[in-house]
């Protein structure tokens, strides 16, 4: 197989041990009361004050050190709070940690100690489920505001009771002198929710020391539209889908639409044509061509204000691919282009012509990103203001759940791509881009270079787009109109999206919705590690590292 890593590229802990449920099972001892088979990992039920003992057995005895997604849901029985935990190094090793508290005290063991992912995963889970984290360091509301009455993904939730937000909780933070004596340098900084800098509505509550961060806390929400309940009141086999083009509502279309046919097909048993793989990984790819051009372009545009050049000419090779992506689906930001079981339909007719417009796309795309180089890599300014600020170190990353280029950026050598086949990808020949430098301007070239990666796959499905029989090129497979998966069948599953790990939980109540459906947004763990990138640095450089995340608010909030 082509993805083969060589002895030169294998991380030093290839070999990781794997570990069966029953080892698991001897590990965690009389910490388990229960026991649950996942459709991708054994589920082990522990007491609401075990949490942190045994997180932090399988972290550090078993190696599951990605705390992916934590899942909050409110059963008829009780609540239920699941830790989705893989290993950086092998994440097909899956394990969920089911933590169930009572209906009428839904209170369970913060995790935050152990991962601090956890911290705004948690706050979450008590913001929309109303479960509280004993032990977490900031147990507050996280998208609504602190007023607001009730936890929308309760059962006993009110949608028409009244919302008052008090002007109290908005008030103008500068209203007086807040330094803390006469000496002291110490300033309060708004960014946002309306500044052009944030990547949509986002408010940061910076604390400056004279000109340096001592303090930034990103404040989200303004752009929560309750997605996953939206998901939960829709059918599995045709509402769902149009609503993951409007998570990362930029150019990320296909992959989030992967992300849930990956997780619903394998819920209910799907087999997908090699044909409409083939499709599927070329237009992926195409977005995500699509996504980090967009970020090369607006981060140099937030680092020292290049609009006329770089990103004119980035919205311009943007547009080449959104171009081809229109020609596929019809559409030019919600596809609405992927079915469960394959895709919507073949390629445009006639083929020749589309296949030449993408080879054209693909051979211009070189002497592009050369220019890019020229005009954003070698930039001094851009190296000045990049190298060495927004640093994250490698075990600060993963202990963030931060994935994609962000993480590997930090050097940690981990895309789902490959660690976790789906698609076509295992049978075409790319290479995983890792830059160390742990810094804005690391994790600019993992995007500059993933996209020549990209165009590597394209490529290799043009080829093999070309050559395929007319007779066998079966876009969908034979999938019932209704799908009623099992009762209480749960699954998790993840793809590589443009920005890192994009994952989606669903619980089945045997009905054909959803009883739980959870998106794992990696903008949304990315953006948690920004006063880690920040502290100590200079306000212009928390611009830059904030633009080296390539969030889109529309994923963060859901």
Not at 201 to 220: F, Y
Not at 442 to 450: D, F, I, W
Request: charged share 30%; aromatic share 8%.
């Amino acid at each position: 197989m082509s993805l083969e890593r060589t002895k030169e590229q294998e991380p030093e802990n290839a070999g990781v041990q794997r570990h069966s449920a029953d080892e698991l099972a001897d590990l965690l001892g009389d910490l388990v009361i229960g026991r649950e088979e996942h459709i991708n990992a054994p589920g082990f039920v522990i007491p609401p004050d075990a949490v942190q003992e045994t997180l932090s057995l399988l972290k550090n005895e078993a190696g599951f050190d990605h705390l992916s997604c934590v899942t909050a849901e409110e059963r008829t029985d009780r609540y239920e709070s699941i830790y989705h935990l893989k290993k950086f190094v092998d994440p097909t090793q899956e394990v969920s940690v089911v933590v169930p508290t009572a209906k009428d005290s839904p209170v369970s063991q913060s995790a935050e100690p152990v991962f601090r992912t956890a911290d705004w995963h948690e706050r979450e889970a008590y913001d929309l489920v109303g479960i509280e984290y004993e032990g977490h360091p900031d147990m507050r509301r996280i998208l609504l505001p602190e007023t607001w009455q009730g936890h929308p993904l309760a059962k006993d939730y009110d949608q028409e009771r009244p919302q008052v937000v008090s002007l109290r909780e908005h008030a103008n933070p500068l209203q007086e002198d807040h330094r803390d004596d006469q000496d002291s340098e110490t300033m309060y900084l708004n960014i946002g929710p309306h500044h052009p800098a944030t990547h949509g509505v986002l408010h940061l509550k910076a604390t400056l020391d004279g000109e340096q961060v001592a303090d930034v806390e990103p404040d989200i929400g303004y752009l929560h539209r309750c997605e996953e309940q939206m998901c939960q009141n829709s059918t599995y086999r045709y509402q769902i889908m149009p609503y993951p083009d409007r998570w990362d509502y930029i150019s990320a279309g296909l992959l989030n639409e992967w992300a849930y046919a990956r997780a619903a097909e394998d819920l209910a048993d799907i087999e997908v044509p090699e044909y409409a793989q083939i499709i599927r990984t070329m237009g992926a790819e195409l977005c995500r061509i699509a996504a980090h051009m967009l970020a090369v372009g607006t981060f140099a545009l937030d680092v020292y204000g290049d609009f006329t050049a770089i990103f004119m000419y980035a919205i311009r090779d943007r547009e080449k691919a959104q171009n081809i992506l229109e020609d596929l689906t019809g559409q030019r930001l919600m596809f609405n282009y992927f079915r469960l079981g394959g895709v919507v339909w073949d390629l445009p007719e006639p083929r020749e012509e589309f296949f030449e417009k993408t080879r054209d796309f693909l051979e211009e795309l070189p002497e592009a990103l050369e220019e890019y180089h020229d005009l954003i890599t070698g930039n001094e300014i851009l190296q000045s203001r990049t190298i060495g600020t927004g640093v994250l170190p490698p075990e600060v990353a993963k202990n963030y759940g931060a994935t994609g280029p962000v993480l590997r950026g930090s050097g940690v050598d981990y895309d789902l791509r490959r660690d976790d086949p789906y698609g076509y990808y295992e049978n075409l020949d790319w290479d995983v881009v890792v830059e160390d430098g742990c810094d804005n301007y690391s994790r600019l070239l993992v995007r500059m270079k993933e996209v020549e990666e990209s165009a590597k796959i394209i490529e290799q499905c043009i080829d093999l787009l070309e050559d395929w029989p007319e007779d066998e090129r079966n876009i969908q497979s034979n999938v019932p109109r209704t799908l009623r998966p099992d009762d209480d069948t749960e699954i998790y599953r993840a793809v590589e999206g443009a920005k890192g790990e994009l994952g989606i939980y669903i619980r089945a109540d045997g009905t054909e919705k959803p009883g739980r459906f959870k998106i794992r947004s990696p903008c949304f763990s990315n953006l948690q590690t920004l006063p880690e990138m920040s502290n100590g640095e200079y306000v212009p450089d928390m611009i830059a590292s904030l633009g080296s995340l390539d969030i889109v608010l529309g994923e963060v909030d859901r």
